[in-house]
C-alpha cells in the first residue's frame, strides 16, 4: 500500500466503544445471573446488531480481553444469591410463601450438593480399589523375591540381602500407609 492510498473501513466494523459497551451488558448480565444471550439481544438493540452478531464478537474478540472481569462478575453472583438467600430466610417468618420459596432454593443446592458428592465418593471407592489391587500386586512381589533370596542358587538376585530386602519393605509399607491416609483423610 502506497502513501495515497487510504485504508478502507467497513460501515459495520466494531468500533472500541461497541466492544465497551457489549461488555458491559454482558458483565451486568452475569452479575445479576442472567444468561448471556439475554445480554446479546439486549446489546443488539442497543448496538443496531443481530443478536447472534453480538455473541460473535463477544465470544471471538471481546470475552478474552474481560477474563478477570468475568470471574469477579461471577463471584459477585455467588456472593449476591447468598446475600439474597439470607434476607429471604430473615422476612420468611412474616411472609409463608417466602419462606418455601427459601426452602426450595436451599433443597435444589442440597441436591445438587449430593449429587456431586455421590460423584466424588464412587471416583474415591474406584482410586481404592485400584491402590488395593496395586497393593496386591506389590506383595506378591515381594513374595516372589523373598523366595529369590532365601534359595540364591535359582535366582540371579543373590546380591540383594535381608537388611536391604527389609529396608524395601518398610518403604513400600510406608508408601502404602501414605496412601490410605490419603483415601481416608479425603473421605
Known amino acids: ?28 448480565h452475569i452479575r445479576s445471573g442472567s444468561t448471556q444471550l439475554r445480554a ?16 460473535y464478537r463477544w465470544n471471538g474478540v471481546v470475552r478474552k480481553h474481560y477474563r478477570d472481569e468475568i470471574e469477579k462478575a461471577k463471584e459477585e453472583r ?10 429471604e430466610v430473615e422476612t420468611s417468618d412474616s411472609n ?6 427459601s426452602q426450595e432454593l436451599s433443597m435444589t443446592d442440597i441436591l445438587h450438593f449430593l449429587q456431586t458428592y455421590e460423584q466424588k465418593f464412587l471416583h474415591l471407592q474406584q482410586h481404592a480399589s485400584q491402590l488395593e489391587n496395586l497393593n496386591k500386586d506389590l506383595a506378591n512381589r515381594i513374595g ?8 540364591p542358587q535359582s535366582s540371579s538376585f ?28 479425603s473421605h
Open 144 to 151: 516372589q523375591l523373598e523366595v529369590q533370596v532365601i534359595h
Open 158 to 185: 543373590t546380591e540383594i540381602s535381608s537388611e536391604q530386602l527389609d529396608d524395601d519393605s518398610k518403604t513400600l509399607f510406608a508408601i502404602l500407609q501414605r496412601a490410605k491416609k490419603i483415601l481416608q483423610d
Open 1 to 28: 500500500m502506497t502513501s495515497d492510498e487510504k485504508t478502507v473501513s467497513r460501515s459495520d466494523a466494531w468500533s472500541p466503544e461497541d466492544d465497551v459497551k457489549l461488555a458491559n451488558l454482558v458483565l451486568q
Open 78 to 87: 455467588k456472593t449476591s444469591k447468598v446475600h439474597s438467600s439470607i434476607q
Open 96 to 101: 409463608p410463601h417466602q419462606k418455601s420459596v
Open 40 to 55: 446479546f439481544d439486549e446489546a443488539a438493540t442497543l448496538l443496531g446488531r443481530t443478536s447472534a452478531a453480538c455473541g
